[in-house]
T-cell receptor
Framework: RKEVEQDPGPFNVPEGATVAFNCTYS??????FFWYRQDCRKEPKLLMS???SGNEDGRFTAQLNRASQYISLLIRDSKLSDSATYLC????????????????FGTGTQLKVEL | DTGVSQNPRHKITKRGQNVTFRCDPI?????LYWYRQTLGQGPEFLTY????????KSRLLSDRFSAERPKGSFSTLEIQRTEQGDSAMYLC?????????????FGEGSWLTVV
């Protein structure tokens, strides 16, 4: 079983639609959670961190359910510019090796927003 | 530009040749990471440095791969006797100490094609 699982999509949605992505992770010791955005042939960029209390950044809402080991991302009023791959990312803080961050990425969910 | 810098951005090499990629992290960041990403997959962790010390290596990092960060600043990733399966984007990332943001920032990646 993969450590982080996502539906690869693609999700094709009309402009203005609301779209939701889900992700599950297998390691209950995971400590922090993120959504990254990756445009075609570009590097991943941090979209937002994910907290158990839920957090919102403009049109984007992220939610974490630790009991179910489930992470979600909701995009409201989608724009053409939202077309990208959204990567679910889980962090294990490596206490034994100096406290660095070992990010584990899902395969990504591709979103295509159309006119 | 004060972001993570990688070069070369693109490299085409014949099977069996050696290649080296360089990464210059954000100047005040003491942690440096290498990831590899193949088409349709999320980035996979390869190795991690805190200053000049290489603290963790993935099983993905075979004997043909070696990474160094000799002075705790820039890093190099060398692949010896390249194989077609090494074709991927090699991503470098850096972060600062926890409590100083600790966000991981990625470079634009180095694309390797082995023919």
């Amino acid at each position: 079983r993969k450590e982080v699982e996502q539906d690869p999509g693609p999700f094709n949605v009309p402009e203005g639609a609301t779209v939701a992505f889900n992700c599950t992770y297998s390691n209950s010791a995971s400590q922090s959670f993120f959504w990254y955005r990756q445009d075609c042939r570009k590097e991943p960029k941090l979209l937002m961190s994910v907290y158990s209390s839920g957090n919102e950044d403009g049109r984007f809402t992220a939610q974490l359910n630790r009991a179910s080991q489930y992470i979600s991302l909701l995009i409201r009023d989608s724009k053409l510019s939202d077309s990208a791959t959204y990567l679910c990312v889980v962090n294990m803080l490596r206490i034994l090796t100096g406290g660095g961050n070992k990010l584990t990425f899902g395969t990504g969910t591709q979103l295509k927003v159309e006119l | 530009d004060t972001g993570v810098s990688q070069n070369p951005r693109h490299k085409i090499t014949k099977r069996g040749q050696n290649v080296t990629f360089r990464c210059d992290p954000i100047s005040e960041h003491n942690r440096l990471y290498w990831y590899r990403q193949t088409l349709g997959q999320g980035p996979e962790f390869l190795t991690y440095f805190q200053n000049e010390a290489q603290l963790e290596k993935s099983r993905l990092l075979s004997d043909r791969f070696s990474a160094e960060r000799p002075k705790g600043s820039f890093s190099t990733l060398e692949i010896q006797r390249t194989e077609q399966g090494d074709s991927a984007m090699y991503l470098c990332a850096s972060s600062s100490q926890p409590g100083q943001g600790n966000t991981i920032y990625f470079g634009e990646g180095s694309w390797l094609t082995v023919v």
